[in-house]
């Protein structure tokens, strides 16, 4: 099945900078790339995701970029606010069935 | 529109005891997910329902954890008999189809359990 890593596990950065967080999958018949985002006491919230005929999507101060011939992803945040302070987590899976989550990033946006 | 509720929000039992959860998703939300999440962990999806019939349960421990939606509509989960190791918050999520072209699957707050 798939397995999902995620790197770091913290993140700290400066309000204003950038942060960057990356996913490794191992199956490669995943094509559905979701980003979450979790704050205390809530359940996951989709901020982003990407399918696997599309190398790079943007939101406004969010982006993900995905390579699939390396089997990674990754989720970057610009112009970080500290309302960015959560956890975030990658996930993959084949359309949205059989989804398999990382481990999480705790974020933290220091003013 | 209303969110995916999930209730209790919180339950302490002792090992051996049973607990129940409920979820009510999204309203007219076809596809329904029973994740566990063990603290400083990524959920974990255990049970995956479309209407009213299992589409995954892979990784359900079946000898103990069992699911239900009965009416294509809300949905329980229950263990029997806990152990210490089921401690997590379990989160229950929606999605309009699931099946096909990737869905957003919408989250409820979750059932915080702690075994004792």
């Known amino acids: 099945g798939e397995n999902v890593e995620q790197h770091p596990s913290t993140l700290s950065v400066q309000e204003g900078d950038s942060a960057v967080i990356k996913c490794t999958y191992s199956?490669?018949?995943?094509?559905?790339f979701p980003w979450y985002k979790q704050e205390l006491g809530k359940g996951p919230q989709l901020i982003i995701d990407?399918?696997?005929?599309?190398g790079e999507k943007k939101d406004q101060r969010i982006a993900v970029t995905l390579n699939k011939t390396a089997k990674h992803f990754s989720l970057h945040i610009t112009e970080t606010q500290p309302e960015d302070s959560a956890v975030y987590f990658c996930a993959a899976g084949y359309f949205n069935n059989d989804m398999r989550f990382g481990a999480g990033t705790r974020l933290t946006v220091k003013p | 529109e209303a969110g995916v509720a999930q209730s209790p929000r919180y339950k302490i039992i002792e090992k051996r005891q049973s607990v129940a959860f409920w979820c009510n998703p999204i309203s007219g939300h076809a596809t329904l997910y029973w994740y566990q999440q063990i603290l400083g962990q990524g959920p974990k999806l255990l049970i995956q329902?479309?209407?009213?019939?299992?589409?995954?349960d892979s990784q359900l421990p079946k000898d103990r954890f069992s699911a239900e939606r009965l009416k294509g509509v809300d949905s329980t989960l229950k263990i029997q008999p806990a152990k210490l190791e089921d401690s997590a918050v379990y989160l229950c999520a929606s999605s309009s189809r699931g099946v096909g072209p990737s869905e957003t699957q919408y989250f409820g707050p979750g059932t915080r359990l702690l075994v004792l």
């Open positions: 329902f479309q209407n009213n019939g299992v589409v995954d």
């Open positions: 199956d490669s018949a995943s094509n559905y």
């Open positions: 990407i399918r696997s005929n599309v």
